[in-house]
């Protein structure tokens, strides 16, 4: 079984957090903190050198240590992590999902209280006696009330950036089933939703009960919920520790395209095209397009569209938010091609993984022509922002690493906190000496009687001549966080007039702006930066979600300000400096 570092450093916190609420002692719980770190920063692969025998090298990793993570990498399984979670009450874990909720407070709340599900978490939330435990003030059970609230509106919903890559996996896996013909992923994951609900993937074949054999067999697979002729439904636990449901469906090469624009959907689009249909006096459904008892289309996706005299929309537009209206449909959207350059992304200066010159031969090595470096200004503590002396410096370390490294261009700029009066983190002479300034809100998101909203405070970064771009414009963090309460239309309008661009933040946390804001931003004439937020160079691989976000917006090139060539890119960001509009 190949295990990624990350879902090892799962384990580990997971294993830290439950003896955290069963109230073992700090050594203990601070040692296995201590490993899921080192594991989650490691640049080599765990089980590499589990294989090399090497682990015990890494600090802080005992032999006991070592011999936990042989035993979940040759059994998929730790004896102690069982155990914990058989001695506490089944739900207990469960409430370390709600944000406000650590395991302190868990144990807290189950030791006083007799807490053990969010059912019982909710009632003492409501009859008030949660809030008069020690050290839980009416902030802290506010919060977490929000919490639970945001954790039974996110629904079990898995995000984009976790189940996309383990569905690409196992239709990779399903390809190569013997009798599989051609195999595809539909439904939300095909449509490049932001959170998935189950994984559809269809294939075609004649065999189903065998293929579904197999299928159900896959060595992912942790439960299997149904096993048929043509359609199989198992789950599979993610790297956040939910278990994710996937379907497969096998049907016949005659029907492959009826039963993918189907399942493709969206049930909206769908219902949308059936009245289209119905109009035409024809029969649609996932075996065909009819007319009486003869077969129009079938086999091909795009024959059944053609039948009803549509263009084949992009799946990304199929929610019935206007793409059968055939200039949306034509649409040339943005692909992940036409990038050339990544423009916001953290180095070790702040709080990144990885140095100035390893962020820019990332870039390089994935053909870009440029990169920016913006790391966090001097407010962002947590973030280990920097003071405008470190900036300076920080500045100068920049173009110092441009002289060096040839082939791509990086640029000095920063992510610039909007501090809580609206003002910018750092004064104009210092955001002037960056090439680009990004602009983001990242403290006071909550509205408060007296202060300036967020949208205010966005509005005067907009207005600010030397911001370039406001970041992650909505501050949300799909499934933990709701955005800030943002008036988007007002933010548009004003970043079109200034000559401000608006971020496409692609990291699958945050998409933001998201999908119909990005749809109204460029209706508006607003022009976006799509944008990984990197802390690391594998964090550029995230550009892939913002490109389907991006898509989902319906996004051209043409709004998009990293697609241009570095010279053109450079003119766009002196213009509003030089004195726009006026
Ligand atoms: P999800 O899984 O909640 O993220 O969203 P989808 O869109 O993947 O929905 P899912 O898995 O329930 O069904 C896959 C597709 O099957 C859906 O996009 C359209 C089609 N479908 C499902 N139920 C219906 C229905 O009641 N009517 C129509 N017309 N199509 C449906
Ligand atoms: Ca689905
Ligand atoms: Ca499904
Ligand atoms: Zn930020």
Known sequence: MSMSNAELARIFDRIADLLEISGQDRFRINSYRRVARTINDLTED????????????????????????????????????????????????????????????????????????IDDLKAAVDDGRLAELPGLGKKSVEK???????????????????????????????????GVQAASLAGSIRRGAETIGDVDILCQGENGKTIIQHFV???????????????????????????????LRVVPAGSFGAALQYFTGSKEHNVRLRELAVKKKLRLNEYGLFNGETVLAGAREEDIYAGLGLPCPPPELREDRGEFDPELARRKLLTLDDLRGDLHVHTVASDGADTIEEMAGAAR??????????????????????????????????????????????????????????????????????DFVVASIHSGMRTRQGKPTPTERTLAAIANPQVTAIGHPTGRMI??????????????????????????????????????????????????????????????????????????????PADVLNTRPLAALKKWFAKKRDGWPG
């Open 46 to 117: 765990a089980a590499e050198l589990a294989q090399q025998r090497r682990l015990a090298e890494l600090p802080g990793v005992g032999k006991g240590t070592v011999a936990k993570i042989e035993e979940y990498l040759s059994s998929g399984k730790i004896a102690l992590l069982e155990e914990l979670e058989a001695k506490l009450p089944p739900g207990l874990p469960d409430l370390l999902r709600i944000p406000g909720m650590g395991p302190k407070t868990v144990a807290l709340a189950h030791n006083e209280l007799g807490v053990a599900s």
């Open 144 to 178: 977490i009330a929000a919490g639970i609230e945001f954790l039974a509106a996110s629904g079990g919903r898995t995000r984009l950036g976790v189940a996309l890559p383990i569905a690409e996996d196992l239709l990779e896996q399903v390809r190569e089933i013997d």
């Open 217 to 247: 067999n896959f060595p992912q697979v942790t439960r299997v919920l149904a096993s048929g002729e043509t359609k199989g439904s198992v789950t599979v636990v993610t790297r956040d520790g939910n278990e994710l449901q996937i379907d």
């Open 365 to 434: 090595r994935r053909g870009y022509k440029y990169i920016a470096i913006c790391d966090h200004s001097k407010s962002s503590t947590i973030a280990n922002g920097l003071s405008i002396a470190r900036q300076l410096q920080h500045l100068k370390d920049v173009r110092a690493a441009n002289r060096r490294v040839k082939g791509v261009e990086i640029l000095a700029g920063t992510e610039c906190d909007i501090l809580p009066d609206g003002s910018l983190d750092y004064p104009d002479e210092v955001l002037a000496q960056c």
């Open 479 to 556: 499934n933990e966080r709701p955005p800030m309460d943002i008036d988007i239309a007002r933010i548009a309008e004003a970043a079109a007039a200034n000559h401000t661009a608006l971020e496409l933040n692609a990291s699958w946390q945050r998409l933001d702006l998201k999908d119909t804001h990005l749809r109204q931003a460029v209706d508006a004439g607003v022009k976006l930066i799509i944008v990984t937020d990197a802390h690391s160079t594998a964090g550029l691989d995230q550009m892939r979600y913002g490109v389907l976000t991006a898509r989902r917006g319906g996004v051209t």
